[in-house]
């Protein structure tokens, strides 16, 4: 079932089609949304998890000067020849302190700018890779490790998990440095959106785009030298009033300037307007680097909207909402490592009517069993509304006992000195021991 499907299953039940009314339509997906995420939220379904690879990296030193500059409160770490993308969100260190890094310039690859003034002359510099930023659709990380072709001794492959009271009772050391045996999930990292949106004007062009009517909003990137790897990319701003393009022009929009102390860079988003084709998902159209100013000059075609190359050939959306969750490696990685995450991830949302859930195909009438409860409950069609509560109940147990799986213990008894359960057995069978 796509969306579609799942709506016109609520539309026989309530005898009234959400698609005659396009608010009521826009209620409706956010209603099916909401259980969508819940759903994957809520328990580790083995359809819900997902393995990533994600690299991390050694310290590295390098011979630095550092220029700060009065007027915007920053200063400029300056490094011969060039440095590694991975230094932006990281730790410096500088004559025994420690900074963090904002941006690196993107365009030379020989600066990178910390807040404060740290002004010095060819001295050693010291970059940290101690927090971690894992995939932005991580809900809950359930496994992290290093995976490899073959075993070796000195090659650790599960990390075990240590909370954040126990690695502040042990003390362990920020800048110990060796093989890694643990993780600790350190703080979010959480940015707010643009509060207003782009400015948008037409500007003249050849002729052949069509006439196309969009709306435009924007977002702000931190840390994207690294392609979409390590960045953080808040939700969107509000959207600008609808512009009409004529056929020969095409989108400017105009950036102003951000304060140096917050370098993000920005991508710039369209809603497509055109009653057809209709499309309801927002796509990029382009972007501008940390510390650009002034205008963006955007072109599309009619055409690109009519045939489907315009969907296929731009980025969709995702609503990150500007949030990640980062960890810390104990000890500090004493290599670079290439490790495995294993994670509970957060579905893409259901925009487009084609869209189809992320689950199991013959378990999708459970969206519509979750949203027809809550749209009866509303119409004070209480009697029906509990009925597709039980039947959506019903459903999740049936999912539960096929892809629901529990974390392993082995239950101990005797020859200790009391009766426990061990929660992390290492590759042994899940049995009570006698």
């Not at 930023?133 to 001794?153: E, F």
């Not at 492959?157 to 909370?163: A, P």
């Not at 105009?254 to 304060?259: D, G």
């Not at 009519?306 to 500090?332: C, I, W």
Request: charged share 25%.
């Amino acid at each position: 079932m796509n969306l579609k499907d799942i709506r016109q299953y609520i539309a026989n039940v309530i005898d009234y089609d959400p698609e005659s009314n396009v608010d009521y339509t826009a209620q409706i997906d956010m209603i099916i949304n909401y259980h969508y995420q819940q759903l994957f939220s809520t328990k580790a379904f083995t359809f819900a998890q997902k393995e990533e690879s994600f690299e991390v990296y050694t310290d590295i030193t390098y011979t630095a000067s550092g220029i700060y500059n009065g007027a915007t409160g920053l200063t400029q770490i300056i490094i011969q020849p060039s440095f590694v993308d991975w230094v932006e969100g990281n730790i410096i260190e500088i004559n025994g302190v420690e900074y963090e890094v904002l941006y690196k310039d993107g365009t030379t690859g020989i600066d990178c700018y910390i807040k404060g003034n740290v002004s010095f002359v060819a001295q050693q510099v010291k970059f940290k890779n101690r927090f971690i930023r894992i995939p932005v659709d991580c809900i809950s990380i359930l496994q992290v490790g290093r995976r490899s072709m073959t075993i070796a001794p000195q090659s650790v492959g599960r990390y075990m998990q240590i909370t954040r009271f126990e690695d502040e009772y042990y003390n362990f050391p920020l800048d110990e440095v060796n093989i890694p045996n643990y993780w600790i999930v350190q703080d979010d990292i959480q940015l707010f959106a643009p509060t207003s949106p782009p400015i948008v004007s037409a500007n003249s062009t050849t002729a052949g785009k069509g006439v196309r009517t969009v709306r435009v909003a924007q977002t702000y990137v931190k840390w994207d030298q690294n392609g979409r790897t390590y960045e953080i990319e808040t939700g969107l701003s509000p959207f600008s009033n609808p512009i009409t393009l004529q056929d020969a022009e095409e989108l400017r929009v105009t950036l102003p300037a951000l304060p140096s102390d917050t370098p993000y860079a920005r991508r710039i988003y369209i809603i497509n307007d055109n009653d057809s084709p209709e499309f309801a998902a927002v796509y990029e159209v382009g972007s501008a680097v940390v510390g650009f100013s002034g205008p963006v000059d955007i072109s599309f075609t009619a055409t690109s909207f009519a045939d489907g190359t315009f969907v296929l050939s731009q980025r969709r959306f995702e609503y990150p909402e500007g949030y990640r969750m980062t960890l810390r490696l104990y000890p500090r990685q004493s290599e670079d490592y290439d490790l495995t995450i294993r994670y509970v991830y957060r579905p893409k949302r259901l925009v487009e009517d084609t869209d189809t859930p992320d689950l199991p195909q013959s378990h999708h009438i459970v969206l519509a069993y979750a949203c027809l409860a809550d749209v009866l409950a509303k119409h004070d069609n209480l009697p029906l509304s509990r009925i597709y509560r039980k039947k959506y109940e019903q459903e999740v147990i049936k999912m539960e006992e096929r892809f629901l799986t529990q974390k392993p213990r082995r239950f101990v008894k005797g020859f200790m000195k009391e009766s426990g359960v061990d929660t992390v057995p290492m590759f042994t069978p899940l049995k009570r021991v006698p």
